[in-house]
């Protein structure tokens, strides 16, 4: 969002200096609502007893998991119980890089004998890690199916109970975040609706490169021609603009704006949302293409991962892999969505690439060769949420 940028600069050239991984991405864009790949993050820790004494030679001994359906209030909750020989403290956290892991450090127990990993139904999670840190401390990665925020888990300490023959436990529970639609994909372009996003237009130029390429104009280019081989191939394709305009309105708030490209979206119940943007950054040598998703269903990454993997297949430039973010075009549409980074304006090399019709044809071959490939896997991982 270009009208962001001379506020957000200062905070972006701190950005550079004291975290650089999280800077690089997708700096001019989109930064409308809070990343919940920073936002989920917030420690929780549970203090088994405050007193707790840690005794050496502690181990995780067993564990086990059931996932709790409720019929009168129709959730399910999966509860994962960790078995120790004697008391531990621990904390937990979100894990905001992948959005979809659950991280439990446990202080005071080394890993022990049980399994490195445990495959799960993949109702709620698909499967629980077990990390040796040291002698005395370990770590539990739970990887979920979709992405939750802090409200959706506990983490806490059971006493051992003597008489119901009881270690002591570590408890883990986690709520279904439940998405609203049902998919049930088929594989094949023909007949899917496929909603196409440009970027920017209109007021608002996206960023712009050292020699005047506008962000707005490429993401164009490139929307049209994914729009011609869509067709081509049978696909209904609904294009959130198709010329250089602003969506909602001249000067519209960034929300309005950004709404009215997720409401074309969901009001014809588009198959998947693809949003298309050129990424902008102070230093003119960093290249490369990225795809984000937030994942709202099962689908989501394997969207990105299939759109991503073509746009390098197709394009050649820097892969710079896919990561989960909170961008509003992606958080806000109700069918698996990604926001596609094309490259980076502010780097010359790709500018010049950028504006040249036969590597936006390119760009475009990647997205829709993309799309194929997800619609084929998403049918085989069959129908569900
Ligand atoms: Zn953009």
Redesign the pocket.
Known sequence: MRRFRSALLGLLFLMLFLVPQVGMAAL???ILEANPAVAVSTLKTAISLPQTKLLGNNQLTNVRWLVHNDAVEGTSKLRLVIDTKDAVRVSSKLDGKTGSQLVIDINGAAVGKVDDSVTLDGKIADKVRFVKKDNNNSQVVVDLSTMIEDSNYKVFTLKSDEINKKTFRVVVDIDKVVPKIEYNFTAGLRNKVIAIDP??GGSDP??IGANKLQ?KIVTLAVAQRVQALLEKAGAKVLMTRKTDVDVYGPNASAVEELSARTIVANKNKADVFVSL??NAFTNPSVGGIATYYYQKSKYDMLLADCIQDNLIKSGGLQDRGINAAGFYVIKKTQMPSVLAELGFISNPDEEKLLSNPQFQQKMAQGIVQGLDAFFAQAAKKGGGL
């Open positions: 001019n864009d989109n970027g920017h996206g960023a962000e943007h050129i």
